[in-house]
């Protein structure tokens, strides 16, 4: 099975759990790399610990080296793997070098995750698990230079629409088009800025924490456009505003109801799939989002910031509403 059978090519995660396009010249340019001389992502995944997931229509093909795999890799990935309706999984393991790739097809997605899991929790000194049966990859292959890694940036959802989407339902409708957080615009400069003062909060962690943010700077910044979401719950209907920013056109006293409660319309619909994807990738999101709904026009920008307690699972998200007008998606 070859990258040219899949639909996309999905997304990578690193030793550190965050995750980047599966575009081998960008891989490369991260990690000082020269795409034309070396499969990038195949060495990455070999000899670095990193997990690529990528979509085959309704199939996951997901390839890691379970000696050397990073378990914050696989952790990211197993809630990656868990956002998404697929009903096989294909599970990849890199062959040494002129050797073909090992896989295992999972019918049941459950029993495959199973796999990863295992992996992610074996020691360091480990050796091959017993259901994989072959010589260990060779870790000398490859391994950039500590001096040649650019610091990395707080990690940026990978925007998977390539313009924006459109949904009508009688006299109501909504547009919305997903961008890369790196990629804000300047008339939401303090979104921007509320981003960068996340991505500080991390801290060495993949995640912040609600107590590594300073939360009066960050309502400061906000000035009452901030709401923020409890997403203990395992049905993101049932994720709870613990506050609720009462600057916006969408009314008050929504503080401590769920998103199931709120009013039935795309603009609820639409942030039940939105949140549970910022939870499900752990990674910013930023949307523009203009619709009608009841006869009533919104029009905002939107930025998803995901925070967890141990640095991995998130349990809250800071949902920021910029309300402007969006020439973003005028025809031109």
């Keep these: 099975m070859t990258a040219t059978e899949s639909e996309a090519p999905g997304v990578i995660f690193d030793e550190a759990g965050e995750v980047w396009p599966a575009e081998p010249a960008q891989l490369a340019q991260r990690l000082g790399r020269d795409a034309d001389h070396v499969d990038v992502i195949a060495n990455a995944v070999r000899n670095l610990g990193f997990v690529h997931?990528?979509?085959i229509r309704d199939v996951l093909l997901v390839t890691f080296e379970p000696s050397v795999v990073s378990p914050?890799?696989?952790?990211a990935a197993f809630y990656e793997i868990s956002a998404h309706a697929a009903k096989r999984l294909i599970l990849a393991y890199p062959g040494r070098a002129g050797r073909p790739d090992r896989c295992e097809v999972f019918n049941n997605v459950v029993e495959g995750l199973k796999r990863l899991d295992d992996a992610a929790n074996r020691g360091p000194n480990a050796t091959r698990p017993p259901w994989l049966q072959s010589?260990?990859?060779?870790?000398?292959?490859?391994?950039?230079?500590?001096?040649?890694?650019p610091n990395r940036k707080p990690p940026a959802a990978v925007s998977r629409d390539c313009g924006p989407q459109m949904k009508s339902r009688a006299e109501d409708f909504s547009i919305r088009l997903s961008r890369p957080p790196a990629a804000i615009s300047a008339d939401d400069e303090w979104l921007?800025?509320?981003r960068n003062f996340w991505g500080n909060a991390r801290r060495g962690r993949r995640l912040p924490s609600s107590e590594s943010l300073d939360s009066l700077e960050l309502l400061n910044i906000a000035r009452g456009r901030a709401h923020i979401v409890d997403?203990?719950?395992s049905n993101p209907?049932?994720?709870?505003?613990?506050?609720?920013g009462a600057v916006n056109s969408y009314g008050d006293g929504y503080a401590n109801r769920t998103l199931g409660e709120m009013p039935s319309g795309f603009m609820r619909d639409d942030a039940i799939e939105d949140y549970r994807q910022a939870v499900a990738a752990g990674t910013p999101s930023y949307h523009l989002i203009s619709?009608?709904?009841?006869?009533?026009?919104?029009s905002y920008a939107r930025l998803l910031l995901p925070l967890a307690q141990d640095g991995r699972r998130v349990d809250r998200l800071v949902v920021l509403i910029n309300e402007r007008p969006l020439p973003e998606l005028r025809k031109p």
């Excluded at 914050?72 to 952790?75: E, G, I, K, R, Y």
């Excluded at 010589?135 to 890694?149: G, N, V």
């Excluded at 619709?291 to 919104?298: D, F, G, I, Q, T």
């Design 192 to 194: 921007g800025q509320l």
């Design 291 to 298: 619709l009608v709904e009841k006869n009533l026009s919104y």
């Design 237 to 244: 209907a049932g994720y709870r505003f613990r506050l609720w």
């Design 72 to 75: 914050l890799a696989a952790v």
């Design 231 to 233: 997403t203990a719950s």
């Design 135 to 149: 010589e260990p990859a060779d870790r000398r292959l490859w391994r950039p230079s500590k001096d040649r890694i």
């Design 53 to 55: 997931v990528a979509p």
